[in-house]
């Protein structure tokens, strides 16, 4: 297993650009997750879903949109980038046990910088 | 809303020996989950201990292991015989039963010195 592999590693976007974060997961993991990491702090969720077709706010989710149209896939979607947006991103993929949600499991991460 | 605080933002260790990461956190819920994850300078999450609140056995995985405390909200954790791909960020998180975020504090920069 591959586990979840997230698209581009890294990328430099300028200011009002849009572009596509990328996340699959092949664990077939019902619920998946993005956080953002800004330096020196710990991660904060951004969107997060429960299964194919259902998705949810988390904690900061301004600038930010998402689908999920397969089970292995949840992208996250900036419209219009700004300085704000520059952060590390991570996909998260976690599964439905007989003791409720399990361990969240992360992607490699994608370092964006909006200049 | 729950927190979580890890007071130590820096600490350091020498090789082989013994060093414990401190952790609270602010909950009014009974059931919980508490996890320790390990960021190397790869940027990789890797998770390496978990706790379930309702279990008063202390969670063991090699060379780590975790005091729980439930009554203080404390969760610490130890790392025994510190080898050098120890080093890395490390970062105590919260997450109630019925939910599905997790809370992170923001983290302890650990170093081992060979």
């Known amino acids: 297993n591959a586990g979840v592999t997230q698209t581009p590693k890294f990328r430099i976007l300028k200011i009002g650009q849009s572009m596509t974060l990328q996340c699959t997961q092949d664990m077939n993991h019902n619920y998946m997750y993005w956080y953002r990491q800004d330096p020196g702090m710990g991660l904060k969720l951004i969107y997060y879903s429960v299964g194919a077709g259902i998705t949810d706010k988390g904690e900061v989710p301004n600038g930010y949109n998402v689908s999920r149209s397969t089970t292995e896939d949840f992208p996250l979607r900036l419209e219009l980038a700004a300085p704000s947006q520059t952060s590390v991103y991570f996909c998260?993929?976690?599964?439905?046990?007989?003791?409720?949600?399990?361990?969240?499991?992360f992607g490699p991460g994608t370092r964006l910088l909006v200049l | 809303a729950q927190t979580v605080t890890q007071s130590q933002p820096e600490m350091s260790v020498q090789e082989a020996e013994t060093v414990t990461l401190s952790c609270t956190y602010d909950t009014s819920e009974n059931n919980y989950y508490l996890f320790w994850y390990k960021q190397p300078p790869s940027r990789q999450m890797i998770l390496v201990i978990r706790q379930e609140a309702y279990k008063q056995q202390n969670a063991t995985e090699n060379r780590f292991s975790v005091n729980f405390q439930k009554a203080a909200k404390s969760f610490s954790l130890k790392i025994s015989d510190s080898q050098l791909g120890d080093t890395a960020m490390y970062f105590c998180a919260f997450m109630g039963a019925g939910s599905y975020q997790l809370t992170f504090g923001k983290g302890t920069k650990l170093s081992v010195i060979p």
């Open positions: 998260a993929s976690s599964r439905l046990g007989t003791g409720g949600v399990e361990t969240q499991y």
